[in-house]
């Protein structure tokens, strides 16, 4: 497989207004404006190769959005080399667009007044998309992200699982060759995030189509995703399969557990309780199988206290990277 994209020691730095406090401070600030710098993305590399579909995670201002900017040409770099598909994103941006789809799940991209079908007209004129392609890939789409119901409805009427799917469908409508999707399964539910899932993989496989997919979630990476990149303060911190990262971090385990009454102990090493915001009965137990079984905490947990419910939580993005500063996770 050839290489399609190419990230070298890419660098931004944002500059930030520093806003004094209080009146004194305000009018300070006009005649002496102060400023902070944030390097959002710092010295980061990879390459991917044509057909590859990579999960980019970390925590929140990693800076995985600026990254995916720059890769869609929308933001300069202060510093580094980007090729997509033999471009130069920021620089043949014109050229570039037609090669690429964008989807960020914190904007949409197409336009509140219009259905999402007359939406797609103006996409096709735009792209020069030819009638059969546009009526293949429409046909494929609407069905593949069960559009029928919505498609013609003007999208401010949209849930928003409706409409990201509609946006989702926009940025694939001239069949690009790179798509980056920026946190497409944000604040949906899991039956739509199913459907988002299924279709990014689905594009991906039989279409060969490259893909970046950003999220929190992890399940979005567990269910399309092979090769993850980890990002946290700017630099890269993990490059490798979704499968030795999963090797590591298989032990660690939150229990989540609503109890009938407090106070609520345990006597238990290995393990720690913490609090769920909003609810005093609720709470988290984390630890870690390879100290404590599931089977003895679920015991010591019952033997001692009266729950009324319990479940098993997925290991969070948080727990992976504490592993990785830890050194139980390493690149692979
Ligand atoms: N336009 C901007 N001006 C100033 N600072 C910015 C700008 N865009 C991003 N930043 C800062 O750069 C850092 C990285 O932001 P970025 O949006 O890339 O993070 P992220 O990994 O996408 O986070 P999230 O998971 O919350 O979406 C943050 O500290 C953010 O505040
Ligand atoms: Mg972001």
């Known amino acids: 497989m050839e290489t399609i994209i190419n990230v070298n020691n890419l660098c931004k730095t944002f500059k930030i207004h520093k806003r004094g406090t209080g ?35 970390g925590p929140n201002g990693a800076g995985k959005s600026t990254t995916v900017k720059m890769l869609s040409g929308i933001l300069y770099p202060d510093s580094g080399d980007i090729t997509v598909a033999g471009y130069i994103p920021h620089k043949q941006r014109k050229e570039y667009v037609a090669n690429i789809g964008v989807v960020f799940g914190q904007k949409s991209q197409i336009s509140w007044d219009l259905s999402p079908l007359d939406s797609y007209e103006v996409i096709k004129h735009i792209y020069k998309i030819p009638d059969k392609k546009y009526k293949e890939n429409l046909e494929r789409f609407s069905e593949l992200l069960d559009m029928g119901k919505f498609i013609n409805q003007p999208v401010r009427q949209l849930s928003l699982g409706q409409r990201m799917r509609a946006d989702i469908a926009a940025a694939l409508l001239h069949s690009p060759k790179i798509v980056f999707f920026d946190e497409p399964t944000i604040g949906i ?39 993850l990149i980890i ?37 238990l090493p290995h393990t720690e309780i913490t609090d769920v915001e909003n609810n005093a009965m609720k709470k988290l137990i984390s630890f870690n199988t390879d100290e404590v079984s599931v089977n003895e905490l679920m015991t010591a947990l019952m033997s001692t206290h009266n729950i009324k419910d319990v479940s098993i939580r997925e290991p969070e993005i948080d727990a992976i990277i504490r592993d990785i500063y830890e050194g139980k996770i390493v690149m692979n």
Not at 36 to 55: D, L, P, T, W
């Open 23 to 57: 009146f004194k401070g305000a009018v300070k600030n006009i005649f002496h404006p102060t400023y902070e710098y944030k390097k959002a993305v710092n010295e980061v590399s990879f390459s991917i190769k044509e057909g590859e579909m990579v999960g980019f995670i």
């Open 189 to 227: 539910d899991v039956v739509g995030k199913d459907k988002i899932r299924k279709f990014i993989k689905t594009l991906n496989q039989t279409d060969n189509i490259t893909m970046i997919f950003t999220t929190h979630d992890m399940q979005d990476i567990e269910k399309t995703c092979e090769r």
């Open 231 to 267: 990002i946290d303060d700017g630099k890269k911190l993990y490059d490798g399969s979704l499968e030795n990262v999963k090797k590591g971090y298989v032990s660690s385990r939150i229990i989540e557990a609503e109890f009938e009454s407090l106070p609520i102990t345990l006597d």
